[in-house]
DNA sequence: CTGAAAGCGCTAACAA
DNA sequence: TTGTTAGCGCTTTCAG
């Protein structure tokens, strides 16, 4: 069913269909009614190819992300898509594996099926290709970056702060010697979580040799093959307790603490008078690990709600006058376990 | 830049340019090349609405899912997406958090935004709609149906025969009276494994009463409900250890049991020597639970990859002659770990 | 308030 | 091998 048969049916027009879809302040009551019955009987939606080849918009946008699995992109993601349900969008899913290349050939595919904006979580295009899209003229906001991109939208968390804050628990807790276990985004995002865990303990006068940093794949096997790296590292010669020296690990992802936790149980050590373990993320599931994980949240759908907003913000926005790249920087917050020992302050601080 | 524009660049008709874009053997060696190189500079793509006009076909599909948490959910989206990706379709990803409401609209976006198919993730919508969904004429694939619907392609699990070698195992092991946890989707899915759980017990003579059976929203949370429910329920009068009536609980989901195993633990009960548990899925975690949770693994990912295969058949089926629906019946696997107190058979089974 | 007609960008049948 | 032109289904300007 076509706009022309609906006229034909109405005895009238197609600019008076048009109009009754369009602008239906223009248009005698009567006509309107009338034909607004017939479009409702025969079910009629206007076709979606000649709508767009005339209004250019598709109430559709892209998301971009590293991964289907892994409940913090999901979480994201399930935020991202409320807002835009919400907004009456649909959204593209677009698993770019972690891989640069299968990312830039999605963007390809949005810019061509003219999606209204992009969203891209932890991206890892370079600032040329960036620009290209720029060119393209598509509003698109960040979310995940670590480094900030002053001219994209974006909203980050701000890891440092909540490595500081772990960090400094960890020391109070009474551990000399702690173990960092790194993953994550290839480049950025452990970045500012390294720096705030050193920064710490420099000034609380810890030691740290390079064998207590490690660097993992961001995933449960990367967290399991690293602790145990770790810990045999971490032996003193001749003992016959595995990872005598190491007091604790301070993993930079819930999952990579997940993965350390099975492989410090593996060595017939305990959690966390042997070693201590403490996240990054508070995932679903910390809070049932035995023991239950000391972690740093990370306001995962929050992130993609923000997003989202700022995303649609753009989209509406009328582009005679822009305004400035907006950066949303979302707090994280302490979340006081088991796993990391410490005997008083159980329950949640900062 | 558009086709016009190209034409006139490149010293032809727009006919011309078309061809080489779509019939390029129609065209001469000399001035394909010329075009092509004029199209490469120009970083032209042909307007993907006046193409969609013309050939009603978006190289889209949508991907209806009940909820974006839920690594199930999720593990059987990235095999989708996987497959889609591969022929080069791009996917919506519409959560309707199990309301068949939000996924009939979002199943009217997809028609409207011409979809060339749709994957159904544990539908509810109901056989009327589906109908209208047939008139549509558009492609359409169910995963994880349980009652079978013949009228269409469907990718299902053998949930019963998973339930049937998950009771014969949680007796095997000595249970006596053994309750379970029931949630999941609202109406189907949870029939059968629960018919299988019945006929084993009918079969070895174990009894069941009522009381065994709880129904539980299918969340860590509610099985963790359930589970202080059922506990309480199957205490005798002036036990002082709760659930001494229970030996076992069977969770119809890994992540009802996860919720179970808290509660379990928070009566100051052990697992699996006071109450064993076992799961249903074999979701990434259930193997770091303490103690590892004994589960039956539905092939979640694979489930995905067949749904998407057929769909993609369907959508490049002449249409002409059509085959009939396809039934997909996948079958489950034990995954027995440590959580039912198995005390030889450590490792996997069947 | 309504209709005729041009145009959005592209494809393909038909002619040359 | 190439060009001309009639659509695809809709919106909108311009007349009436």
Redesign the interface.
């Known amino acids: 069913m076509n706009i022309k048969q609906i006229a034909k049916k109405a005895g009238v027009s197609v600019a008076t269909v048009s109009r009754v879809l369009n602008h239906p302040e223009n248009v005698a009551p009567a006509t309107k009614e009338r034909i607004q019955k017939i479009i409702e009987q025969e079910e009629y939606?206007p076709?979606?190819?000649?709508q767009?080849?005339n209004f250019?918009k598709?109430k559709?946008i892209g998301?971009v992300l590293p991964y289907?699995?892994g409940?913090s992109y999901?979480?994201i993601?399930?935020g991202v898509?409320?807002v835009a349900?919400q907004k009456g969008y649909?959204?593209?899913?677009?698993?770019m594996e972690r891989n640069p290349q299968?990312e830039k050939e999605?963007i390809d595919?949005?810019i061509?099926?003219?999606v209204d904006g992009i969203i891209l979580m932890y991206s890892l295009l370079s600032d040329e290709y960036m620009a290209w899209i720029r060119d393209e003229k598509i509003p698109a906001v960040m979310i995940g970056e670590n480094e900030l991109r002053p001219d994209w939208d974006s909203v980050m968390v701000d890891c440092r702060e909540g490595a500081v804050h772990m960090t400094a628990h960890l020391v109070e807790c009474g551990h000399e010697t702690i173990g960092i276990l790194c993953g994550r985004t290839p480049e950025n995002e452990i970045k500012s979580i390294l720096q705030g865990f050193k920064n710490v303990l420099k000034a609380s006068g810890k030691k740290l040799q390079p064998k207590q940093i490690y660097e993992v794949e961001n995933s449960?096997e990367g967290g399991y093959i690293g602790a145990k790296k770790l810990i045999a590292e971490m032996t003193s010669e001749g003992s016959e307790k595995p990872g005598d020296q190491l007091d604790a690990i301070f993993a930079t992802t819930d999952e990579i603490a997940?993965?350390a936790?099975?492989a410090i149980?593996d060595c017939g050590l305990s959690i966390p008078d042997d070693i201590a373990i403490a996240g990054f993320g508070n995932y679903?599931?910390s809070n049932?690990?035995?023991p239950k994980l000391t972690t740093v949240e990370e306001p995962y759908r929050l992130m993609g709600i923000y997003g989202a907003r700022i995303l649609f913000d753009r989209i509406e926005e009328k582009s005679e006058k822009k305004e400035p790249p907006k950066h949303i920087i979302l707090k994280t917050k302490m979340r006081v376990r088991k796993s990391c020992g410490h005997k008083e302050r159980i329950g949640e601080m900062f």
């Open positions: 939606t076709n979606w190819f000649a767009g080849l250019n598709t559709t998301l289907t699995i409940s999901m979480e993601a399930g898509e409320e349900r649909i959204t593209f899913m677009c698993n299968i999605y595919h949005l061509t099926r003219k449960i997940y993965g936790m099975d149980k679903k599931m049932l690990m035995e």
